[in-house]
């Protein structure tokens, strides 16, 4: 398949993740954005020669987020989960807690927007912190996973 020369490739490298207006920082991986389109399958009477394809449901993948923590950005990510846990105490219903949006944009080797993926009332599912020993000299690794109502 023959690229536009005016093409700008997405660099699977180069993403961002912006939880309402607050920047979460950089991230190594981002996994999940997947999409599943779920239906069942009808047989009628009197119809032989193929089955009736019913929607259900639309489902989407957990996102999942992994980096080496730096000071600034982890910092970022801790409280934002310290205001999303105050919210969810201070609210006297579920209802209370506002939904928050989430986009993750994908980048060309420029900087310039290739895609983006608006997640809706998104929540955080886990976060994980790194693994401690004494005795290693590994990079301290941390990863949030968010759950969401979609992106289309």
């Known amino acids: 398949m023959a690229l536009d020369q005016e093409a700008r490739l997405g660099m699977a490298m180069r993403f961002r993740v912006v939880v309402d207006d607050i920047d979460l920082g950089g991230w190594a991986t981002c996994r999940g954005l997947q999409v599943a389109f779920e239906s069942s399958q009808l047989n009628e009477g009197a119809n ?3 089955q009736t394809i019913l929607p259900e449901r639309v489902t989407y993948s957990p996102i999942v987020l992994t980096r080496a923590m730096t000071q600034p950005d982890s910092a970022q990510v801790q409280r934002w989960l310290s205001q999303v846990v105050s919210t969810w105490y201070d609210a006297t219903s579920p209802s209370d807690y506002s939904a928050r949006t989430a986009r ?3 980048l060309d080797a420029y900087g310039t927007e290739v895609a983006s993926w ?4 998104i929540y955080p599912r886990r976060w994980g912190g790194p ?3 004494a005795n290693g000299n590994d990079v301290a690794y941390e990863t949030l996973e968010l759950i969401h109502e979609g992106f289309l």
Do not use: A, G, K
């Open 48 to 50: 032989y020669e193929y």
């Open 104 to 106: 993750i944009t994908l």
């Open 118 to 121: 608006s997640l809706r009332s």
């Open 131 to 133: 693994d401690l020993n």
